[in-house]
Structures are given as C-alpha cells and as structure tokens.
C-alpha cells in the first residue's frame, strides 16, 4: 500500500531515490526584480532528506520538507517557541469539541484564486478519506464534521474532546490545498510535482532527490519575503553538504558531521546554531517472539547499553542519552525516566538468567545505515555481546527498511527515529496504542491504552502534563523500546546571511526562512 512509504514531517521518514524528472512550476511567472525588497542572490539550503515521493502537503514524506513548507500555509501557524498562532485564520472554541476558523480575507494561492472555507473543507476531507492515502489521517480520525459556514467561516465538530487537534492542524503538519485546482486536472495524481499554494514561494523547479528551486511571491498575503530565489538541495551525505558549504555551493547545511563542527565555530564564514533536540532514536523489540516477549530480556537489553558512551564518541559529546518516548524539550516530559534504567551489566546478566537465557542467545537487529547507524548500531553489538548476546546487523535501504516495517517482517529487532516530536500524542498514540499501525512491535498494556485516550480528550494542558507523565513512565519500565540518544540539532549558515532564527527548539525553521536575508554590504 502506498501509505507504507509515507511518513509525517515531525518523523525523521524520507522515501526511496528518485531521480530523473524535472518538474517547472505552475501558476504565475512575473519578474520580481521590481521589487525593492528582493535580493536576487539565490539561496541554496543543504538538506540532510533525501527524495520526496510528492510535494503534496496532505502527503508530506519527510524530503524536501522544508521546501515544501515554503510553498503552502496551514490554518495555524507554530512559531519558534511551540505556541499556536493564527496562520490563515484566527479561531474561537465555543465549547470543548467545535473549533470555528475565521479565514483572512484576501489570501490567494499562486495561480490567483482566492483561498476559502471550501479549500479548507476540501483539504481535510481528502485527508480523511481511506482511499487517499494520507499517511497523518490518524491525527485527525476524531474529526465528525467540516461545516462551511460562509467563504471565510469553517467549523470543525470533533467527536468528543481532543488536545492535540491545534497542533495538528497546524503547519507543523499540512497546508491547504486549492479545490478548484486539484479537480481541474486530468489526474489529481499531478498535484504532487505541480503544487499550488498560498505560501510565500512557488515552484520553479523541482528534481526529485536532488532539489527543489523556489520563486518569491509578489503578492504573498504577508507581504514580500527577502530572497527572491531558494533552492533547497538534498543528500543525504554529511561529508558532501559539508563541502558545499566549505566551498560556497551551499548556504545553510543542516546535520553537519559532528566531528566538524568545533573547526567551524572557529571559521568566521560562518554561524553555527545548536538547538536541544527535538526527537530521539530507538531500538524497537518484536514483542510478538521469543525471546522479546519476555519484558525481562527487554529490560536487560535496556541495562546493557551505555548511552552515554555512544553520546560521549559516536556523537561526540553534541548530544545526550535519550530515557523515554518524549525530549526533555516538550512539556510533557518526565525527568523520573531517567532514573529507570543505568548501565549495568550485572544486571543484565542476572536479569536473563531469571528471563531463562543464561547461556545468553542470538538476535537480529535490522537498520537503514543513515547519518550515526553504522557506528552506533556497532557500539550496541560490541556491549550486547558483553552480556552474552550475539547480535546480527542487518542493514537495509530506506524504503526497504521502512516496508519491512509496516509488513512486520524486520525479525527480531530495528533501528528507527521520532523526530521533531511536537506534541506527546504525536509519539506515544501511534507506537505504544494496541494495534496502531506505528505499533511494529506488538506493544500492548491496557493501563497505556487507557492514558493515551484520556491524554487526547483532555484539554488543560497541566492534566495533560500528568497523564503523558505517567504514561511515559510506564512505557519505560515495560520496555518496548531501548532509548539511545536525542536527535542533535545543528545548522551552519553562512556570516553573509542574517535573521535566521529557528527558536530553542529548532522549530522556527518556516519564520526563519520567510525572514532570512543576505547582510547588506
């Protein structure tokens, strides 16, 4: 099924190579260089993703994402310290299950047609229907009805209380997309590699796999950005953004090699931003066979592993052991996590034994190769060893890997990320709900299913704080998951540009590339 390879933006999910097509943009061509306000000098961005199967924003597949992002808005717009703000609508809650959205007038996509409630309406619709394939459509499955109240007025009527649904509806997670447009076409599939949005950018061109060149907007509904030319440029090898970036070719390169980043912060081409990490990666068991079926050998596995070494060399000290489902960054973080399980190989050790594995046993642990994989996966084998476990490394190609995933066939355990996490339903519904189709290793506990519903109906945020808290925690202790370390988040940009300024979190990333310039000389 095609949903297989689709995975949201706040996941670290990126699809199979794709190479060969160049795509030009749709809608308007007119100059720019009229304008005042614009600076011709492109901009190139080094991206870590590799290809996007589809630019469209109700199908995001983690490529290309911030591109993406540049060409669409979204009803609410997260800014750079996580708080909900209008994006193309302000709103109002009547009561705790009705969200009416007032849409600003005068919003147009690229090709001039006015943005309405009827575009919204649509948006969200084709998300919900099964046949679509919109990977997120669990995110918005509380939804009971879309109502149009005129051009500029949608209410949205959940099917009982749910906390997220702001987040969700945000651009954190898809734009909107033009109705008329998508049905004029021949075939809708076509809206994939000619979008048409409301946002600051268009779409020049677009190479799948390799990069995408974005045009400013004259008549954007926020008014003019600084750059008239963004081009985001993907590879999925750090060594070879890095070189770009040394060389000029690049501009701004994120998940630079850690290695190098102390000989950059002394170069004064250039700015280095270190953000707390958003996300975190993770050793899933198959709870489904022996011997992870046992919650004791998953513990041990737990015991065994030295996160802070693996922080400390493999990521050099740019990030810290990860405990539970949910970064220190969020609210809904539990500090208690930490104190569940230290490195101890004694424990381990005695811990299998009573598992009935005293002679120790063999296991396969299955991983894609991307960015740290190969040298942690490796740390991991070396330690398990230590306790009497022979581990397998099997290394698979992405999209393989992910296949293998949903097809729960990745033997007996995987390497994966969650990252940025956005809100703590994001994570724990999906990989830790009985049956969720995130739920690869068979995880279940009735006292989580219980608190993860009761996490998405409540709407305070402090009662919600609780609930996750106790949620993560017993999460931890169950150990479906061995949690290695947070997802470092690091950017190198050029002195010459300036006001980029992604938050303290790093999810600014869409403000900071509508402010950015190049520093005037």
């Given amino acids: 099924m095609k949903f297989r390879y689709l995975i949201c933006l706040f996941l670290l999910f990126s699809l199979i190579f794709v190479s060969g097509i160049t795509v030009s943009a749709a809608g308007e061509n007119s100059s720019l260089n009229d304008n005042p306000q614009l600076q011709e000098r492109e901009l190139v961005f080094g991206a870590h993703s590799v290809a996007a199967a589809s630019l469209d924003p109700r199908k995001p597949t983690g490529g290309l994402g911030v591109g993406r992002d540049l060409l669409f808005n979204a009803l609410v717009r997260i800014d750079k310290n996580m708080n909900p703000q209008p994006g193309i609508a302000t709103w109002e809650t009547p009561d705790d299950r009705t969200y009416t959205f007032h849409i600003k007038e005068g919003i147009t996509f690229s090709n001039g047609d006015e943005l309405t409630a009827e575009d919204v309406k649509?948006?969200?619709?084709?998300?919900?229907?099964?046949?679509?394939?919109?990977?997120?459509?669990?995110?918005?499955?509380?939804?009971?009805?879309?109502?149009?109240?005129?051009?500029?007025?949608?209410?949205?009527?959940?099917?009982?209380?749910?906390?997220?649904?702001?987040?969700?509806?945000?651009?954190s997670y898809t734009g909107i997309v033009p109705k008329n447009y998508i049905e004029s076409l021949e075939d809708p599939e076509e809206f994939?590699?000619?979008?048409?949005?409301?946002?600051?950018?268009?779409?020049?061109?677009?190479?799948?796999?390799?990069?995408?060149?974005?045009?400013?907007?004259?008549?954007?509904?926020?008014?003019?950005?600084?750059?008239?030319?963004?081009?985001?440029?993907?590879?999925?090898?750090?060594?070879?953004?890095?070189m770009q970036l040394r060389s000029g070719d690049v501009h701004i390169a994120d998940r630079i090699p850690l290695g190098e980043i102390e000989s950059l912060q002394e170069d004064e081409r250039f700015n280095i931003i270190t953000t707390p990490p958003p996300g975190f990666e993770f050793i899933g068991f198959n709870l489904n066979q022996e011997p992870f079926d046992n919650h004791k050998v998953r513990q041990a596995f737990s015991y065994a592993v030295d996160r802070q070494a693996i922080a400390e060399f493999i990521f050099f000290g740019f990030t810290e052991p990860a405990y539970?489902?949910?970064?220190?960054?969020?609210?809904?973080?539990?500090?208690?996590?930490?104190?569940?399980?230290?490195?101890?190989p004694e424990k381990a050790k005695e811990l299998l034994a009573e598992a009935g594995y005293e002679e120790g046993l063999s296991v396969t642990l299955q991983f894609s190769g991307r960015w740290q994989e190969p040298q942690y996966t490796q740390v991991v084998q070396q330690q398990l060893a230590e306790i009497g476990v022979e581990v397998e490394l099997v290394q698979r190609e992405w999209g393989s890997h992910l296949d293998d995933l949903f097809n729960r066939n990745f033997g007996d355990m995987y390497v994966l990320a969650w990252t940025p996490v956005w809100d703590p339903d994001q994570?724990?519904?999906?990989?830790?709900?009985?049956?969720?189709?995130?739920?690869?290793?068979g995880y279940s506990n009735p006292r989580v299913d219980e608190l993860l519903v009761k996490g998405r109906n409540t709407l305070d945020l402090d009662e919600r704080r609780e609930i996750y808290q106790e949620a993560q925690l017993l999460v931890v202790k169950d150990a479906p998951y061995l949690f290695l370390h947070l997802n470092p988040y690091h950017l190198a940009i050029s002195d010459d540009l300036e006001n980029f300024d992604v938050g303290p979190s790093s999810y600014g990333i869409f403000d900071a590339m509508i402010n950015i310039r190049w520093k005037e000389n």
């Fill in 122 to 171: 649509y948006t969200f619709e084709s998300i919900l229907d099964p046949e679509f394939g919109a990977p997120n459509r669990e995110n918005y499955s509380l939804i009971e009805s879309i109502e149009v109240i005129d051009n500029h007025t949608i209410q949205f009527t959940l099917e009982e209380p749910y906390g997220p649904i702001i987040q969700y509806l945000s651009n």
């Fill in 192 to 242: 994939s590699y000619q979008p048409i949005g409301s946002g600051p950018y268009v779409l020049e061109e677009w190479n799948p796999g390799e990069n995408m060149k974005l045009r400013a907007r004259p008549d954007y509904w926020e008014g003019p950005v600084n750059i008239e030319t963004v081009t985001i440029r993907a590879n999925p090898e750090d060594s070879v953004r890095l």
């Fill in 324 to 344: 539970g489902p949910i970064p220190p960054s969020l609210w809904a973080y539990n500090p208690e996590v930490e104190d569940v399980y230290s490195y101890n």
């Fill in 427 to 441: 994570v724990m519904f999906r990989s830790f709900s009985t049956d969720n189709d995130f739920n690869w290793g």
